[in-house]
Nanobody
Framework: QVQLVESGGGSVQSGGSLRISCEVSGYTYCLGWFRQAPGKEREGVAAISNGGSIYYADFVRGRFTVSRDNAKNILYLQMSSLKPEDTAMYYC?????????????????WGQGTQVTVSS
């Protein structure tokens, strides 16, 4: 059984930076981040396999960096140059099949989410 616990969300001004984390228990192959803003569909943000392959959504490429510390079982999302449209609940996600991408079908397990709010 995989468990995911996010932390590090908060409020930041436009152009600022924030790092969110996810403590992971259990075996995972693919870890990622999704987000959902009020009234909008959930969207994949970034994903990383346990071999280090990384995938980003186009709208965060160059601004967000996903990483994982396999020794500590922690997933990170470093967010820079934040925009008001990045405001959303961010969810840590995990999958155990040997495929990884930002496709929601790769993920079986979801955390409770951490709120990120970017003000203009």
């Amino acid at each position: 059984q995989v468990q995911l616990v996010e932390s590090g969300g908060g409020s930041v001004q436009s152009g600022g930076s924030l790092r969110i984390s996810c403590e992971v228990s259990g075996y995972t192959y693919c870890l990622g981040w999704f987000r959902q803003a009020p009234g909008k569909e959930r969207e994949g943000v970034a994903a990383i396999s346990n071999g280090g392959s990384i995938y980003y959504a186009d709208f965060v490429r160059g601004r967000f960096t996903v990483s994982r510390d396999n020794a500590k079982n922690i997933l990170y999302l470093q967010m820079s140059s934040l925009k008001p449209e990045d405001t959303a609940m961010y969810y840590c996600v995990a999958g155990t099949a040997n495929r990884c991408s930002t496709d929601e079908r790769r993920f079986t397990y979801w955390g409770q989410g951490t709120q990120v709010t970017v003000s203009s």
